[in-house]
């Protein structure tokens, strides 16, 4: 079962709702002014919060990514993930640092002209994820977008 609201207050905010991996996981993206807070949480969870630099002198980099990424799987390259809180599994930082460069990816690839500050609060139950339990992941987000 997937559901997706909208809310336009105070700020605008879209959530969805999805199984992945057997475990319900909700999206939450929320556009301030100054920044763009997305929130993936399995069972209420937050345990890490990362963000990501979104600077439009770098937009001529975007649609650069190589041949060999037939998917678009590969976050952009010039975007550099920074853990905030809750580094302390190194597998689970990797896989949070990837998850917030693919997603800030994916909102520099829609709006190359979008300059906020992209945050992400993680709160997964499983240190690691199989290919299709992370696009899933991303997809669900980019109903949001």
């Given amino acids: ?83 905030l809180l809750g580094g302390a599994v190194q597998s689970r930082e990797s896989l949070g640092q990837l998850i917030a460069a693919q997603l800030a990816s994916a909102i520099s690839m829609r709006n190359k002209d979008e300059g906020r500050m992209v945050v992400l609060g993680l709160g997964l139950k499983k240190e690691e994820l199989e290919r299709d339990g992370f696009i899933q992941l991303i997809e669900l987000v980019g109903k949001c977008l």
């Fill in 1 to 83: 079962m997937e559901s997706v609201l909208k809310s336009p207050f105070p700020a605008s905010t879209k959530r969805a709702t999805s199984v992945i991996d057997g475990i319900s996981t909700e999206s939450t993206v929320v556009y301030f002014a100054d920044k763009i807070m997305i929130t993936l949480s399995q069972d209420g969870r937050l345990a890490q919060w990362f963000h990501v630099s979104l600077d439009t002198n770098n937009s001529a980099l975007i649609g650069t990514q190589s041949a060999e990424d037939e998917d678009g799987l590969l976050p952009l390259p010039h975007l550099t993930p920074t853990t």
